[in-house]
């Protein structure tokens, strides 16, 4: 079945220390979404590519960086994860914005731990 | 920006009862309205989503209603579960735009 896939599925890193989360996805969707949810919250979306082109959110922070090497793959990169960088990540897909509506599949999320 | 608010926060209904849940948004040109389900650590799942062209969508036990006019839209679920209990996400988007707004979520229980 086609599908988005996170690994690793759960995650603790020291703090300061660099993690890096990986998402990839059969659907063969091009846009790609990176979103931090925190308990009880929605998710935030930190930032997302469509196609190769890369767009950040305003408020997000420049220790979360990503990376897309293919249609298939993204990373997320988190520079000096601190505590309050503990969350879900939830990556997510999407077929082109060029189409009226924007159905997004998500992943099932890494839990990221910070001690 | 799109503004999405999301009511109740928290739902407890008897099985077999039905439960809704609101949502009511900002942007007139938001034009797609899914609806997620999110069990514990798990990602959301979309479930059922309705389109600007159309009043109401029904899915088994699962329907939605859209008003438009009121800019709000509705989960519906008749003859809850306990399986039904989750998290429930409603979001907003609109035209050409990859973006989706949620709202703050509704923790849906279904007490046996």
């Known amino acids: 079945d086609a599908m988005v896939i996170q690994n690793p599925r759960y995650q603790v890193t020291q703090f300061g220390k660099p993690v890096t989360l990986s998402c990839s996805q059969t659907?063969?969707?091009?846009?790609m979404y990176w979103y931090q949810q925190k308990s009880s919250q929605a998710p935030k979306l930190l930032f997302h590519?469509?196609?190769?082109?890369?767009?950040n959110e305003a408020d997000t922070p420049d220790n979360f960086q990503s990376r897309r090497p293919n249609t298939s793959f993204c990373f997320l990169d988190i520079r000096s994860p601190g505590l309050g960088d503990a969350a879900m990540y939830l990556c997510?897909?999407?077929?082109?914005?060029?189409?009226?509506?924007?159905?997004?599949?998500f992943g099932p999320g890494t839990r990221l731990t910070v001690l | 920006g799109e503004n999405v608010e999301q009511h109740p926060s928290t739902l407890s209904v008897q099985e077999g009862d039905s439960a809704v849940i609101k949502c009511t948004y900002s942007?007139?040109?938001?034009?797609?309205f899914p609806w997620y389900k999110q069990e514990l650590g798990k990602g959301p799942q979309l479930i059922i989503d309705?389109?600007?062209?159309?009043g109401e969508k029904k899915d088994q036990r699962i329907a939605v209603t859209l008003n438009k006019t009121a800019k709000h839209f509705s989960l519906h679920i008749t003859e809850t579960q306990p399986e039904d209990s989750a998290v429930y996400f409603c979001?907003?988007?609109?035209?050409?735009?990859?973006?989706?707004?949620f709202g703050t979520g509704t923790r849906l229980t279904i007490i046996p």
């Open positions: 997510a897909t999407s077929v082109s914005a060029g189409v009226v509506y924007n159905e997004q599949f």
């Open positions: 659907l063969n969707h091009n846009v």
């Open positions: 590519y469509y196609d190769k082109d890369f767009n």
């Open positions: 942007d007139s040109a938001s034009n797609y």
């Open positions: 309705i389109r600007s062209n159309v």
């Open positions: 979001a907003a988007s609109g035209f050409g735009n990859e973006k989706l707004t």
